[in-house]
């Protein structure tokens, strides 16, 4: 990219990472801005001009950037295809509604989104991104909540989905 900032992993100079999703314009000034979502707390997501995004910070006689790409883009994408029981679809998105909010509530989570098929009535494609595969395979799987995730919606499934990591 141009301007010298690429989507991906940062870190900012006070220690917090974050999901650079990437540059927009503004519609009326036409700045350019860096749209960037905290991979902490609540994940909220935040603008910033550019110009402040890649700028240096001197603090005690160093200069280092405000935001840093990480040289380690450990950021996965978990995929798993989901065949519902079928007549059980309505139920399946309502307990998936409860469980969202497990999911989402876990360290090196950053965000899902479940898709139903428009072709096969009872599949649906969800995709989380994580920080790393250890932040699903450990920090999730290995929880207390993730029984809680399995009592809401394991039952639905036929049969069992396989799960596949992407890194990007």
């Known amino acids: 990219m141009k301007n010298g900032v690429t989507p991906g992993l940062y870190q900012h100079f006070k220690g917090a990472y974050y999901k650079v999703v990437?540059?927009?314009?503004?519609?009326?000034?036409?700045?350019?801005?860096?749209?960037?979502?905290?991979?902490?707390?609540d994940k909220g997501l935040w603008v910033r001009p550019l110009s402040m995004f890649v700028e240096s910070i001197t603090r005690d006689g160093e200069t280092f950037p405000r935001f840093a790409r990480c040289a380690e883009?450990?950021?996965v994408l978990e995929i798993a295809k989901l065949t519902i029981i079928k007549g059980e679809e309505a139920?399946?998105?309502?307990?998936?509604?409860?469980?969202?909010?497990?999911?989402?509530?876990?360290?090196?989570?950053?965000?899902h989104r479940l898709i139903r098929s428009k072709t096969i009535?009872?599949?649906?494609?969800?995709?989380?991104?994580?920080?790393?595969?250890?932040?699903?395979?450990?920090?999730?799987?290995?929880?207390?909540?993730?029984?809680?995730?399995?009592?809401?919606?394991?039952?639905?499934?036929?049969?069992?989905?396989?799960?596949?990591?992407y890194k990007f």
């Open 22 to 41: 990437g540059v927009a314009r503004h519609s009326e000034t036409e700045e350019e801005l860096v749209s960037y979502q905290a991979l902490y707390g």
């Open 73 to 75: 883009q450990t950021m």
């Open 91 to 111: 139920n399946f998105e309502a307990s998936f509604a409860r469980a969202s909010e497990i999911i989402a509530a876990r360290q090196g989570y950053i965000s």
């Open 121 to 165: 009535q009872n599949e649906f494609l969800l995709t989380v991104e994580w920080q790393t595969v250890e932040d699903h395979k450990t920090g999730f799987r290995q929880s207390a909540e993730y029984q809680r995730w399995s009592e809401l919606l394991h039952h639905f499934y036929d049969p069992f989905p396989t799960v596949e990591y």
